[in-house]
């Protein structure tokens, strides 16, 4: 299977319907870069940092390009068996810098397990993230299924392409606050190069408190590149 012209024109289309229609309403859309490295220490045990910054395309109907944050993020992850493993992350969000919000402190515990039947992955994710901003404490609970495959033949061999698509669910809850409930869709297309490199690019659409009178529907483009140190 390969991506034709036709697929990403398709693709492209989407996402401009998708901006022209929740444009009418209350609709933010992001640009996400983001540059990862994984550093195993030994062969159950690795390192992973990130650098993420999130910029504004549209702003409650409104074009714009400016910044909105940036972050580092640090993941320790240790593997339980061949398709488990537990991970304790940290990660410091600067928005002051950009603009008049406060700072976040963030604290993540991640299990996850990954099957394989067939030529397709599939993974579940459980993460429990407590979120300090100021003198607020918001925890967060979050669960996201997974799945990835190659897009040539049943095995992913270098430079060729593979899909990885996710369907997560979030609750947050504070003190004196009512819970928020999110959904969040991600689809994106990935290429594996030499020298432990990956590249993806793609699109997230989240609906933010779906349970209040007004939530908000954000999308994002989404690119990454994510290196693998041996």
Same mark, same amino acid.
């Given at each position: ?155 992913? !061999?270098? $430079? ?6 996710? =369907?997560?669910? *979030?609750? /947050? %809850?504070?003190? @004196? ?31 933010? !408190?779906? $349970? ?6 954000? =999308?994002?483009? *989404?690119? /990454? %590149?994510?290196? @693998?140190?041996?």
């Amino acid at each position: 299977m390969t991506i034709s012209s036709t697929s990403w024109s398709t693709l492209l289309l989407s996402c401009l319907w998708s901006t022209l229609f929740f444009g009418q309403r209350n609709f933010t859309s992001y640009w996400q870069p983001q540059v990862a490295i994984n550093y195993p220490v030994s062969q159950n045990y690795s390192h992973n940092f990130a650098l993420i910054h999130r910029m504004f395309l549209v702003d409650e109907g409104v074009t714009k390009f400016r910044g909105r944050q940036l972050d580092l993020a640090h993941f320790s992850n240790l593997d339980l068996r061949e398709n488990q493993s537990l991970a304790l992350g940290i990660q410091y969000r600067f928005r002051d810098v950009f603009e008049n919000n406060e700072n976040e402190l963030r604290f993540t515990q991640q299990y996850n397990v990954t099957h394989k039947p067939l030529v397709v992955r599939l993974g579940h994710r459980f993460r429990a993230e407590q979120r300090i901003i100021g003198p607020s404490t918001i925890h967060r609970f979050r669960y996201r299924f997974a799945t990835d495959f190659p897009l040539q033949g049943e095995k992913l !061999d270098l $430079g060729e392409p593979f899909l990885a698509c996710s =369907l997560e669910k *979030l609750l /947050s %809850a504070a003190k @004196s606050e009512q819970p928020e409930y999110d959904v969040r869709l991600n689809a994106q297309i990935g290429w594996r190069l030499d020298k432990g490199l990956n590249l993806q690019m793609g699109i997230e659409y989240r609906l933010e !408190d779906y $349970g209040a009178q007004n939530p908000d529907n954000v =999308l994002f483009f *989404l690119t /990454s %590149a994510q290196w @693998s140190l041996k």
